[in-house]
């Protein structure tokens, strides 16, 4: 992501450095994570030390440091869904991409993250890929959903 | 649309769109919340749009996307008006026959009604539905009825005029005293009284102040506020701004997390929509009052839901949460007077001050008034939202509306509370849920979470999975909670692998000690308490996995193993070909036998026995029966020697 | 600013308002342990060792004393048994991490604590936090800070952007560590980056 790009957004803000997590926020969603030198541009425009700024990238779970896949796989660990068998559901996924939660395979396809709850929980257990919310799924029906991205 | 400028100008504008829609068409109003979305409401209403213009009946039929009415269970539910039909788990095939069927020629589609599951009976109205009858929706009620995406519909059912009362009929004074009078407290999990929480601010002598809408929402399991901030955004904009008239503040903030973008998508679309409208920015309704609110997103931190580290964050910082010594009404965002409540808090607001607090304090208990919207979760037959006037006691909420547990199993445990909160058993059933009732018992309220455990629960690992959900999200800052939590976890997981020892009870006991006395903020202070319920009302289930290496529930995986009882086994091969270890050794006529060092309790082989067989065991705290030699293993079919 | 009357473990003390218990105790010779308090920094309220009880109107709650504002009437506890075996677990759980850090010895004496009560840790830093807060408000440069949360939390130099734009490598900072591991972690980057200008000394102190 260039320096023009990060500016937009950081003016889109009003530069205010209360800002911050929701400018971090925008570049995560834009750009998959949050390279070094995004950060040292957000660090230098809003005057806001390094320090601080990897605090936050590195507090909040919606940050991430290095790339991510093209896909991002969430499966929700909240409570509705612990009760009707996420964790098997969760296996299932580790199986099937060969990566444990926070890691992304090495083709750079899948990203996995567990999630505490999406709100979903009436459909428990819940698995959502790039945005897309499925739900009632079982482990079985995990494979299917997950062949289906390129 | 030009700016509304006065309460008669509102009150004209409502008049004149009531007339405009009063067309007497027919509505067919679809759930468009996140669940039903999820369960393919987007092709349904799609379908419903391209079916209605193919047959030439957009002037005569109106569609909507509407808000979550909280049974996303049978989702995608709709709703026909004005005879309130209500169908559910309808699919866009369906759509067709809709039409042609119960709009044209007004006849019900039996297999689209919704089936009461206990007695069979078929619900046509929305009203007759049992799960809906029970309950007391005076927030979520309106959900079905508007288009979250439209300020109009929300005007349409009388949106603003709560305002429109409380900044020209009433002084903040007169406000403050009709919330005070109505007992609301705070609907987030602490239960403050909130009129007392704003007269606070409303005293303090700093002249700028703000109020915090907190829609983190950050319990698992738990999605009321999701339902309301997406379903009704301008319901919660309007309590905001009242209360913002109340105490003087001329900013607010409303604190969404980033897991709910549907609810952040349709609260910015409500406050540009009112400012366009009149209803935020400077001289609301020519009242001479400014007020402007901005939308914040989480980052996925549970913490933040707690209200000073959610302050932390809206700095711009890292949450960690701030002691509260000087509480946070008196110095808050920022170091000035903030009033944070919660969604549903800020939901009731309009409702008191347009029907007035004594209508309020005639439903719910001495302590607790008004409703509570609870998510109903877990392993319960109705699962969703479920609106119900405080003191109601937990056994009709699971039975009555919720329909009981599911598959025959029997009811073990209802946690509420999120992880702050407890677990409580069946006798305990017959408590009138309210906030100091639940805390009594050593649950608590909390957010309105509230998830149904059965026999197959281990209540040793819920304690366990509470746990390791606070030690991901605690901030670390202070000792108790950063090094307690987890050593808590870390004796949890060894009790529940089969690695637990005499003595650890007592040290998890003080540990709990510790954190409960010692941390810094609520979420380490709480922390414990998923334990302490557990172990005050199911201490055996302790007992036995640290001195019989047992789990009752047969859950706990090195706890179990999966046995093929020979007796009921017909070597039918079916578990044999689906285990995905290749665990099960037998083959035609040959009894199965699971091989004990190659199985991962992938519960595969209970699953797919056929149930006329059941042969398929799990076993825990004794030793497995040794397989039977291999010459018995012979099936011998038709006629025994 | 107006007088306050308090009580501290039976004896009276006057203090002024918005002090804290901890400086209204330490006025009149009252020790009290703490980790994380530095008189040239912002109180932290980390360590949670200075826990003390405070009875208002009757009522008894356990706070810390280094961030409690005194109030009249106040009657504070600096100790009891409750307070003491609160003190002993958070050693303990610190312990395991720095079972042999200089600041913590004298006090798991008094407490009690055992050294071996948790399986030791990996990371022998307390978060006291003294670092990080030395760094940022008095020398203002910031050039150490806080990375990740719970358990995972711990402190870091980002090497590169830090010790070669921001660190002066004043080591002010290492005398405030009561376990060494920030001369540790100070170290480890300075091995990693032998190599670079950051690390060529402008003059060895």
């Known amino acids: 992501m260039n320096n023009d790009r990060i500016d937009q957004i950081i003016d889109k803000h009003q530069g205010e450095a209360s800002s911050l997590i929701q400018i971090l926020l925008d570049i995560q969603s834009e750009n998959r994570w949050l390279p070094k030198e995004a950060l040292e541009r957000v660090s230098e425009k809003l005057e806001v030390s390094l320090t601080r700024i990897q605090h936050i990238a590195t507090f909040y779970k919606a940050f991430s440091l290095v790339p991510k896949g093209r896909h991002q796989i969430h499966v929700c660990m909240g409570t509705a869904c612990h009760v009707r068998g996420a964790q098997n559901v969760l296996d299932k996924v580790q199986d099937l991409t060969g990566i444990k939660p926070g890691e992304t395979d090495s083709d750079m396809k899948y990203s996995l993250e567990t999630v505490n709850c999406l709100g979903c929980c009436s459909l428990g257990p819940v698995m959502e890929v790039d945005g897309k919310v499925h739900g009632k799924i079982s482990p079985a029906e995990t494979a299917e959903v997950i062949k289906k991205y390129e | 649309m030009a700016q509304i400028k006065s309460p008669d100008e509102l009150k004209k504008v409502r008049e004149e769109l009531l007339l405009r829609r009063d067309s007497g068409n027919p509505c067919i109003s679809i759930c468009a919340g996140a669940g039903c979305l999820a369960s393919g409401a987007g092709e349904v209403i799609a379908a419903f749009k391209e079916e209605i213009e193919k047959q030439g009946l957009t002037a005569d039929v109106d569609t909507k996307g509407t808000g979550c009415p909280g049974f996303c269970e049978k989702g995608p539910i709709m709703v026909i008006y004005p005879e309130e039909i209500c169908y559910v788990q309808v699919k866009a095939e369906d759509v067709p026959e809709i039409i042609s069927q119960t709009i044209k020629e007004k006849k019900i589609i039996d297999r689209l009604l919704y089936v009461e599951p206990s007695t069979g009976e078929k619900a046509t109205q929305e009203s007759d539905i049992p799960f809906y009858k029970n309950q007391e929706r005076i927030l979520i009620c309106n959900n079905i009825k508007i288009d979250s995406k ?7 059912i009388d949106g603003y005029a709560a305002l429109a009362k409380a900044l020209f009929q009433m002084t903040p004074e007169q406000v403050l005293a009709e919330v005070k009078k109505s007992n609301l407290r705070g609907r987030g999990g602490g239960g403050f009284p909130a009129g007392r929480k704003w007269e606070g601010t409303r005293n303090a002598p700093d002249p700028i102040k703000y109020v915090i809408v907190n829609a983190d929402e950050g319990d698992p399991g738990a999605f009321m506020d999701r339902a309301l901030l997406e379903g009704n955004p301008h319901s919660i904009l309007e309590g905001l701004i009242i209360g913002a008239y109340t105490i003087g503040a001329q900013e607010g903030y409303i604190y969404v997390r980033q897991e709910y973008p549907l609810a952040v998508e349709n609260i910015n679309l409500a406050i540009k929509q009112a400012e366009e409208y009149g209803f935020l920015g400077k001289n609301i309704l020519g009242s001479g009052f400014d007020f402007t609110v901005k939308v914040h997103q989480g980052a996925g931190a549970f913490v933040c839901g707690e209200s000073s580290a959610l302050m932390t964050a809206l700095e711009g910082k890292a949450g960690e949460p701030r002691p509260k010594y000087i509480r946070s009404n008196i110095k808050g965002l920022w170091e000035r007077p903030t009033v944070l409540n919660n969604v549903e808090t800020w939901a009731n607001v309009p409702l008191i001050i347009n029907k007035g607090a004594d209508w309020f304090i005639q439903m ?3 302590g607790s008034k008004g409703t509570k919207v ?15 006037p405080m003191g109601i006691t937990l056994r009709d909420i699971i039975y009555k509306i919720g329909g009981g547990i599911p598959g025959g199993k029997k009811f073990k445990a209802v946690q509420t509370g999120g992880p702050s909160g407890g677990c409580l058993p069946e006798n305990m059933l017959d408590l009138e849920v309210g906030f100091d009732e639940l805390t009594k018992a050593g649950s608590m309220m909390g957010s309105g979470g509230m998830i149904i455990m059965d026999e197959d629960t281990c209540m040793v690992d819920v304690a366990r999975y509470f746990l390791e959900f606070l030690a991901d999200e605690s901030c670390g800052k202070c000792v108790p909670c ?7 976890l870390k004796i949890l997981t060894n009790i529940t692998e089969g690695k637990g020892r005499v003595g650890d009870i007592e040290l998890l006991e003080e540990l709990a000690e510790t954190a409960i006395n010692a941390s810094l903020c609520a979420l380490g202070q709480s922390a414990p308490n998923p334990f302490l319920s557990t172990l005050h009302y199911f201490r055996d289930e302790y007992e036995s996995h640290i001195k019989e290496k047992r789990c009752s529930a047969l859950y706990c995986k090195e706890l179990i193993a999966y046995h093929i009882d020979p007796d009921k086994c017909q070597a039918c091969m079916i578990c044999f070909k689906k285990c995905p270890s290749e665990a099960i050794i037998g083959g035609k006529n040959m009894i199965h036998i699971v091989d004990q060092e190659k199985c991962t309790k992938c519960n595969t082989c209970l699953e797919v026995c056929p149930a006329r067989f059941d042969a398929v065991k799990k076993i825990s705290g004794e030793p497995v029966p040794p397989p039977i030699p291999e010459e018995e293993r012979t099936i011998v079919r038709g006629g025994k020697e | 600013m107006s007088k306050i009357l308090l009580t501290i473990d039976g004896r009276e003390v006057e203090a002024k308002e918005g002090m ?13 342990p703490t980790l994380c308090d530095y008189e040239k920094l912002e109180p932290y309220g980390a360590c949670r060792i200075c826990t003390v009880e405070a009875e208002v109107k009757g009522w008894t709650k356990l706070v810390v004393s280094c961030l409690y504002p005194v109030e009249q009437n106040l009657i504070v506890r600096t100790r009891s048994e409750k307070v003491d075996r609160i003190r002993k677990m958070i050693l303990q759980l610190l312990l395991s991490h720095a079972p042999y850090a200089r600041d913590l010895q004298g006090l798991a004496k008094e407490y009690g604590a055992d050294k071996d009560r948790f399986e030791k840790e990996s990371s022998f830093c307390i978060h006291c936090g003294l670092c990080v807060r030395y760094c940022a408000e008095v020398k203002k440069k910031d050039a150490i800070g806080f990375i990740n949360r ?3 939390r711990e402190i870091s130099f980002v090497p590169e952007m830090i010790t070669s734009k921001v660190c002066w490598n004043c080591k002010e900072c290492f005398p405030l560590c009561p376990t060494e591991a920030l001369q540790a972690a100070y170290g ?3 091995a990693l980056l032998s190599d670079s200008p950051a690390f060529e000394s402008e003059s060895e102190e």
């Open chain 3, 20 to 32: 804290t218990v901890l400086e209204a105790a330490r006025s009149v010779g009252i020790t009290i």
């Open chain 3, 188 to 190: 480890l980057a300075e």
């Open chain 2, 374 to 388: 609870f998510s109903l979760v877990g392993k319960i037959t109705n699962t969703g939202l479920v609106e119900v």
């Open chain 2, 364 to 366: 719910g208990t001495e």
């Open chain 2, 150 to 156: 439209s300020i109009d519909d929300y005007l349409a």
């Open chain 3, 150 to 152: 719970g358990a995972k």
């Open chain 2, 482 to 488: 950063r090094e307690g939590v987890k050593q808590m």
